[in-house]
């Protein structure tokens, strides 16, 4: 099967590195982007939790795993300070869902749902 990276740089003829660079700035919330350079420099290491999600997210061959990958992510200690949490100085969940949503294909459906028990 193929991987979320793989099907988006076959569809923009780019390199893996490209993907993740890519997938990084279309997932980060808006008021990330002009403190990006800054928290580059003087806050080292800050954006490693966003950039390891992109790379899992990268290998995901269902949307299932991406759900999990989000997961895993809000779950991080390093996701609970206040910059992350309150200022939302990382990658959203939702572009990440969306963007996923653009290459792999769909969650199945379950066959009977709780409503109907």
Known sequence: MNTLETLYCEAHKCSPQKFRRQALWKCLY??????????????????????????SIGRAT?????????????????????????????VSG????????????PMPKPLITDTER
Do not use: C
């Open 30 to 55: 808006w008021q990330t982007i002009p403190l990006y350079p800054f928290l580059k420099v003087f806050k080292r290491g800050y954006f490693i939790p966003d950039q390891d999600l992109i790379a």
């Open 62 to 90: 269902a949307m299932a795993q991406v759900w999990d990958e989000i997961r895993h992510y809000f779950s991080d200690p390093q996701n609970r300070t206040w910059l992350r949490k309150r200022a939302n100085l990382r």
């Open 94 to 105: 939702q572009k990440v869902i969306n963007f996923a949503r653009e290459y792999l294909p």
